[in-house]
């Protein structure tokens, strides 16, 4: 009923750039959030990126404030996140998700894309 997929995801060298896409279909929230998460070999999951899919409030890890922007565009049920200045630490497998409520900052999300590759060389 609810699938994300994910696309953008590549090869780059420390200190480029890259735009991820997640195309949303399926998704009746009243109230809801999208994000993003990534995965490094040998790690856990972890938050990098969310925001209301209404439109107004972000949040962010941390490590990636600064240089990762997450947005959307409604009219193509799509999410973006805007990965900047990137480094090998950031080699990981990157998921989109959504939830509904309103908490950003949670790994507890109802939906999950199947996740897309994004390696940095340094």
């Known amino acids: 009923q609810v699938y994300l997929v994910e696309s953008g995801g590549g090869s780059v060298q420390a200190g480029g750039s890259l735009r991820l896409s997640c195309a949303a279909s399926?998704?009746?929230?009243?109230?809801?959030?999208m994000g993003w998460f990534r995965q490094a070999p040998g790690k856990e999951r972890e938050f990098v990126a969310g925001?209301?899919?209404?439109?107004?409030?972000?949040d962010y890890a941390d490590v990636v404030k600064g240089r990762f922007t997450i947005s959307r565009d409604n009219a193509k049920n799509t999410v973006y996140l805007q990965m900047n200045s990137l480094k090998f630490e950031d080699t990981a497998v990157y998921y989109c998700?959504?939830?509904?409520?309103?908490?950003?900052?949670?790994?507890?999300?109802?939906?999950w894309g199947q996740g897309i590759q994004v390696s940095v060389s340094s």
């Open positions: 925001m209301w899919w209404s439109g107004g409030r972000t």
């Open positions: 399926g998704l009746r929230f009243n109230s809801g959030v």
């Open positions: 998700a959504a939830k509904a409520g309103l908490l950003i900052k949670t790994t507890a999300y109802d939906y």
